[in-house]
């Protein structure tokens, strides 16, 4: 509006009614936009969705007629199992047979997995045996394949009377001191600007509370480095019968391309430093 407008209050009063409508489709956008994008991009893919979907239905029709089932349906055959009536007698036995459980990569643990995994723990726990969950959050890499980083980041709500005690391994014994300086620098940032972008609130800036890294400085304790010393190149020999191998056909490379090597002599030069006898 113009300065001259904010005098009139019948413009005032329209325009305050139109931002208002303004938020409104503002927030419906929003609101919408991941389902719309997930439509697009189920369209644009429907034909590969389509053909793995038949595939997809051919395989259990193999497996059916031979009375067998895929290893990745093993998590659900396993909930089904633990979901009926005989589920303490199968944690029963399980407790007996693992005395200690650790999981690593605890962080691409699915939902269907955790459902499974639970009770296992909690029944080992009660009978005084340890568990040990191993992960980091900012490694979750797996969402495509159920992983939800979340069920780590909530470990205590997830095992409110189990009590899980969280320890943190804060010292990096592989990286060297610029780079872990880089790290501790870099990553609060970055994780502050994808939540403004993306209007996460503070997620991302959550996961990375924890990013930063002390150096080791115990004698004896050095990254992992490998140092290559510079050695002077003796020189291969090869017999010329044997050379032909190393001639690429002269189609490969165009008609009108003359670097392909056509001779003996040419190919001394392109092979050089080797000595051809």
């Known amino acids: 509006m113009k300065k001259a407008d904010l005098k009139k209050p019948e413009l005032v009063a329209l325009a305050q009614t139109m931002n208002k409508q303004l938020i409104q489709v503002e927030n419906l956008r929003q609101k919408g936009y991941s389902m719309v994008n997930s439509c697009n991009l189920s369209l644009r893919h429907i034909n590969p969705l389509r053909l793995l979907n038949a595939i997809g239905q051919e395989v259990n029709a193999i497996n059916n007629e031979n009375n067998r089932f895929m290893l990745a349906k093993t998590p659900q055959l396993f909930h089904?199992?633990?979901?009926?009536?005989?589920?303490?007698?199968?944690?029963?036995?399980?407790?007996?047979?693992?005395?200690?459980?650790?999981?690593?990569?605890?962080?691409?643990?699915?939902?269907?997995?955790?459902?499974?995994?639970?009770?296992?723990?909690?029944?080992n726990?009660?009978?005084?045996?340890?568990?040990?969950?191993?992960?980091?959050?900012?490694?979750?890499?797996?969402?495509?394949?159920?992983?939800?980083?979340?069920?780590?980041?909530?470990?205590?709500?997830?095992?409110?009377?189990?009590?899980?005690?969280?320890?943190?391994l804060s010292t990096n014994f592989r990286s060297t001191e610029n780079i872990i300086a880089f790290n501790n620098t870099f990553f609060p940032v970055a994780a502050s600007v994808l939540d403004n972008f993306g209007g996460t609130g503070h997620t991302i800036q959550d996961i990375y509370n924890d990013v930063n890294q002390n150096i080791n400085h115990k004698a004896g304790d050095r990254y992992a480095s490998n140092y290559m010393k510079k050695k002077t190149a003796q020189p291969t020999k090869m017999k010329?019968?044997?050379?032909?191998?190393?001639?690429?056909?002269?189609?490969?490379?165009?008609?009108?391309?003359?670097?392909?090597?056509?001779?003996?002599?040419?190919?001394?030069?392109?092979?050089?430093?080797?000595?051809?006898q």
Request: aromatic share 10%; proline share 5%; hydrophobic share 35%.
């Open 240 to 276: 010329k019968r044997n050379y032909r191998h190393l001639i690429p056909p002269r189609r490969r490379y165009g008609a009108t391309n003359t670097s392909a090597p056509r001779s003996w002599h040419e190919l001394q030069r392109h092979c050089y430093p080797r000595t051809l």
């Open 125 to 168: 726990q009660a009978s005084g045996n340890g568990c040990l969950l191993v992960g980091d959050v900012k490694q979750s890499i797996y969402r495509f394949r159920g992983g939800d980083w979340s069920i780590l980041n909530h470990i205590q709500e997830e095992l409110p009377n189990n009590q899980p005690v969280i320890r943190q």
């Open 80 to 123: 089904q199992l633990v979901e009926k009536e005989d589920a303490s007698f199968v944690f029963e036995k399980a407790g007996i047979l693992f005395d200690e459980i650790m999981i690593d990569e605890f962080q691409d643990t699915s939902s269907l997995q955790w459902k499974n995994f639970k009770k296992l723990l909690i029944e």
